[in-house]
T-cell receptor, first 117, second 110 residues
Framework: GAVVSQHPSRVICKSGTSVKIECRSLDFQATTMFWYRQFPKQSLMLMAT?????????EQGVEKDKFLINHASLTLSTLTVTSAHPEDSSFYICSARDQTSWDTEAFFGQGTRLTVV | EDQVTQSPEALRLQEGESSSLNCSYT??????LFWYRQDPGKGPEFLFT???AGEEKEKERLKATLTKKESFLHITAPKPEDSATYLC???????????FGQGTTLQVKP
């Protein structure tokens, strides 16, 4: 199946600093990528939909100034957590769908465990 | 409101003891029902996509089925390596978003 690579897998940062997470589709082009957040023993919560070449669409309750999303190319989207605080500690996962058929499966990255101290 | 509900929340089986996981959905303009497996600390791994009621798909000890209101993931003679959280997700044709259920955490004991 298609491969989505997410980096880094783990990051620890100090409160007040910013952290960037990368999501790459390795063998297909993704017009749309999705960013999720997952709390322990809970399901995935969609944060935003990232569209190549345009602004991301954020879900209700997600601060767009705190979670900056950039989708500069058909294979790369980035999520930057700005001025991170301990409550931002979570598991962040990206996914991408092949642009040729939007109702096929979305492939997921390995996830990034963010810990803010 | 679009909603996906999975049951049970947790399931413990003995090795070889077959069972089924349920996924009930209420989604406008369903375009597909997806099953994923998620291991601790990892992203979801794709298992199946079902598109229409009556459709079935199999992979090793897993078989997924779909009706107009729910989907089942049948596990036949499970092994300890099948232990994981199984997520189902419905793709809304209206929004283009995947709506996830809460997941079923399966533990298979040897």
């Amino acid at each position: 199946g298609a491969v989505v690579s997410q980096h880094p897998s783990r990051v620890i940062c100090k409160s007040g600093t910013s952290v960037k997470i990368e999501c790459r589709s390795l063998d297909f082009q993704a017009t749309t990528m999705f960013w999720y957040r997952q709390f322990p023993k809970q399901s995935l919560m969609l944060m935003a939909t990232s569209n190549e070449g345009s602004k991301a669409t954020y879900e209700q309750g997600v601060e767009k100034d705190k979670f900056l999303i950039n989708h500069a190319s058909l294979t790369l989207s980035t999520l930057t957590v700005t001025s991170a605080h301990p409550e931002d500690s979570s598991f962040y996962i990206c996914s991408a769908r092949d642009q040729t058929s939007w109702d096929t499966e979305a492939f997921f990255g390995q996830g990034t465990r963010l810990t803010v101290v | 409101e679009d909603q996906v509900t999975q049951s049970p929340e947790a399931l413990r089986l003995q090795e070889g003891e077959s069972s089924s996981l349920n996924c009930s959905y209420t989604v406008s303009g369903l375009r597909g029902l997806f099953w994923y497996r998620q291991d601790p600390g990892k992203g979801p791994e794709f298992l199946f996509t079902l598109y229409s009621a009556g459709e079935e798909k199999e992979k090793e000890r897993l078989k997924a089925t779909l009706t107009k209101k729910e989907s089942f993931l049948h596990i036949t003679a499970p092994k300890p390596e099948d232990s994981a959280t199984y997520l189902c997700a419905a793709l809304s044709g209206n929004t283009g978003k995947l709506i996830f259920g809460q997941g079923t955490t399966l533990q298979v004991k040897p």
